[in-house]
């Protein structure tokens, strides 16, 4: 059952329920339900944990199990267990180790996740750090968007610099894809140049990694292994095995004798 050591802490170490109010911290770790809206400093779940109504906290720390009916707003989001979000989520930084689910929008500052997440949301923040496996429905804006993993995405992602890197990681079946990428600077490549690793990788595994778009565009944009109906910018590089139905660009355009190109287009300013 819950014990409430003061008005302001509410700790559950093995079944209970905590009611509506404004609390200190919040701590579960046994099987706890919290019965509506709660105001807290931090929120720690090690359990499991089912929250009714919105959750209003500093810090919201899961490494169980946590379900959340309603939105959450919190300065820092750690999940290193599996947290499912119905509501809408707002706040600061998000990092993601284990499996994040959310029904609602996100706009936060900053997003890591070195595990799983996938959202029907649109995702907003300022900077998007992906190294595990990223699915939204609504697309994502941001300023600042590097992924190394597995994309999927049903919306525009809208973000000043991309650099994606979709080889190297098998253990995602398929390939990466996102209808449409608008920014300043695009790069989107098989392999990190820096990781020996991932480029002796990617050459064992030829045939099973891609990456596909519908339309790419951007000022510069450099792309490789890519499949795209559409790549428009300023200055465009289409490396190897890229299969492109159109180029259009304003100022300069290179193609690798490797690359499949059907149409390309000068584009007068």
Known sequence: MANVQSKQDAIINGSGTIGTGRYDDVKISGSGRILGDILCHEVKVSGSAKFNGKVETE?????????????????????????SIDGKVS?????ISGSFKTKGDLNVQSIHVSGSMKTTGLVKAEVINIKGSLSTEKGSECEVFTAKGHLSMNG??????????????SYHSGFSYIPEIGGETIEISRFDDSNVFSRLFTKIFNNRTNFKADVIEGSAVKVDYTTASVVRG????????????????????????????????KLEL
């Open 91 to 95: 706040g600061g930084d998000v990092n």
């Open 156 to 169: 525009l992602l809208n973000a000043e610099n991309v650099k994606i890197t979709h080889g190297g990681y």
């Open 59 to 83: 810090y919201f720390n899961c490494s169980g199990s946590a379900k959340c009916l309603s939105d959450v707003e919190a300065k820092k989001i750690n999940v290193s267990g599996s947290a």
């Open 234 to 265: 300023d200055a465009v590089t289409i490396g190897p095995k890229c299969d492109i139905d159109l180029v259009e660009y304003t100022e300069d355009v290179q193609i690798h004798p490797s690359a499949k190109v059907k149409n390309v287009k």
